[in-house]
């Protein structure tokens, strides 16, 4: 009786040490901060860029008729700010996003920052449909309500505060990036992809990827050994790392460098807009202050009840996450996922997992217009090959929703994606805000006849570019849609 009384103590002295101030990763957590802040900006100006392509009146998916669809018995489900859908607030809520971005990067209000950040991100990628799924839309909400929880009610956040994070958020970014790198390994496996088992799959990767630039061709030109050795260290850093991430500091550290190397090598090799960023901003939390050469601070810090507080909602998030990966990683626990479907739409708690199952093949989708259905010219997109002499560059942390989409059509059909049939009508309108997502159009009036073919593209070989200054060899044009024809008004 006396041993079941020591360990009860023992346990409640260990929960209650979640609740003190992590004061290992003061320093630490003020700079992730700002780098969340940073990211968050990068995200909002990118979708500052194609908005109204994309989301006002004259867009592809107005944001108007998504709420519709959502309606408002279902706004706890999929909470939104979107009360008001005129494009001038739906362009305040986004500046208003970008301002408090500014803010959290330089330190004002902090906690009121970074709430306006998420809830602003969260509203767009609610009702921002299949534009705004990508995997690290719903990370950079994880990540950053995981920061909310931790940030200080205050009006300037100086680097010399003697503020910290308390604990639990600091577990709960362990967790995550535990949860993030790992569940990308074993996604992999459970796909049972043969390319993944075999090693083979970094082969055909850099060709395949959504949208490669010049230096994914030179990588791509290494030898198939070396792309099997390349997979093999990335099966290490995905499946084995993590797992250091859950015994002891040093361990933690390893773990949280190789993920970062990982997501610089992810970077150099292909254009995954600003999920390298928030996957090492997440990988930090495996570090400290010392580690940084800064002093601990040890001094005693009296937090207010709302600490507390969100420790209650951190440890929801906690059971949540058990939840979501386990259901992911073993398919016969999957019932279990419904528990937290009620609260899916405020993206809290996700499932990760990139290449599941890796691309083989390479289809661009190439739309064509005309007057007279004889003669036909391509719309030009701004970052995705349109011939076979032009390669994308980088685009650094920005994202081309649409032209990353047409990667997803090509694998499965445009009938699979009902924003295909808007895009085809709003070019039919002549719709500018559609028409700057392009660039370039084929006429200056509106053509008679649109449709859609598919090429097939290959990386040129090094003889090849050499003679013929080709980054790509590419196949003759299959026609992929019906053929569109403009309606009389």
């Known amino acids: 009786m006396g041993l079941l009384k020591n360990k009860l103590i023992n346990y409640a002295s260990d929960l209650k040490k979640l609740l003190k101030p992590a004061h290992s990763h003061r320093y630490l957590f003020f700079y992730v901060s700002k780098g969340l802040g940073l990211i968050f900006l990068i995200a909002f100006i990118s979708l500052l860029m194609q908005v109204s392509g994309l989301y006002l009146a004259d867009g592809i998916l107005p944001i108007a008729s998504l709420v519709k669809q959502i309606g408002s018995e279902k706004w706890l489900s999929w909470p939104h700010l979107f009360f008001l859908t005129s494009d001038t607030y739906i362009l305040s809520v986004l500046w208003i996003g970008v301002l408090s971005s500014l803010a959290l990067i330089v330190g004002l209000w902090p906690l009121v920052a970074t709430s306006l950040c998420w809830v602003i991100y969260l509203s767009f ?70 390319l993944w088992y075999s090693c083979k799959a970094l082969s055909v990767h850099y060709e395949t990827q959504p949208l490669p630039h010049r230096l994914s061709w030179y990588v791509h030109q290494l030898p198939a050994s070396l792309h099997q050795l390349s997979c093999m260290i990335m099966f290490i850093i995905e499946l084995i790392m993590p797992i250091l991430i859950l015994i002891n500091r040093k361990t933690r550290q390893i773990a949280g460098l190789s993920a970062i190397a990982l997501m610089v090598i992810v970077m150099l090799t292909g254009n995954y807009c600003f999920f390298n960023l928030i996957t090492c901003l997440l990988a930090l939390f495996c570090l400290d202050d010392r580690f940084f050469h800064k002093q601990i601070m040890d001094e005693a810090y009296q937090h207010s009840k709302q600490y507390y507080l969100r420790g209650i909602v951190a440890s929801i998030l906690l059971v949540m996450t058990v939840i979501n990966l386990s259901s992911q990683l073993m398919p016969s626990l999957r019932p279990l996922r419904a528990m937290t479907q009620p609260v899916a739409g405020w993206r809290l708690s996700n499932t990760y997992g990139l290449f599941a199952n890796m691309t083989t093949k390479r289809d661009e989708i190439e739309i064509w217009a005309s007057i007279d259905k004889q003669s036909w010219k391509p719309y030009l997109f701004k970052d995705k090959p349109n011939s076979a002499q032009e390669i994308p560059g980088w685009t650094w942390f920005h994202q081309p929703r649409l032209d990353w989409q047409f990667w997803f059509v090509a694998l499965r059909g445009y009938s699979q994606y009902s924003w295909t049939n808007a895009l085809i009508t709003r070019l039919f309108e002549q719709s500018p805000a559609v028409l700057a997502l392009f660039k370039e159009v084929p006429f200056e009036q509106a053509p008679n006849y649109i449709v859609m073919v598919k090429k097939n593209y290959h990386f040129s070989n090094g003889q090849e570019k050499k003679e013929t200054q080709s980054w790509w060899r590419v196949g003759k044009p299959e026609q992929f849609s019906p053929v569109f024809q403009k309606k009389e008004k």
Not at 128 to 149: A, H, K, N, P, R
Not at 163 to 173: D, K, L, T
């Open 125 to 194: 990628v609610n009702t921002g449909s299949v534009f705004m799924s990508f995997q690290w839309d719903i990370l950079l909400l994880e990540v950053g309500f995981l920061c909310l929880l931790g940030m200080p009610w205050v009006s300037v956040w100086k680097p010399n505060s003697n503020y910290a994070p308390p604990y639990y958020v600091i577990i709960a970014g362990y967790w995550c990036c535990f949860k993030l790198m790992f569940a990308s390994g074993v996604v992999k496996l459970l796909s049972g992809d043969p």
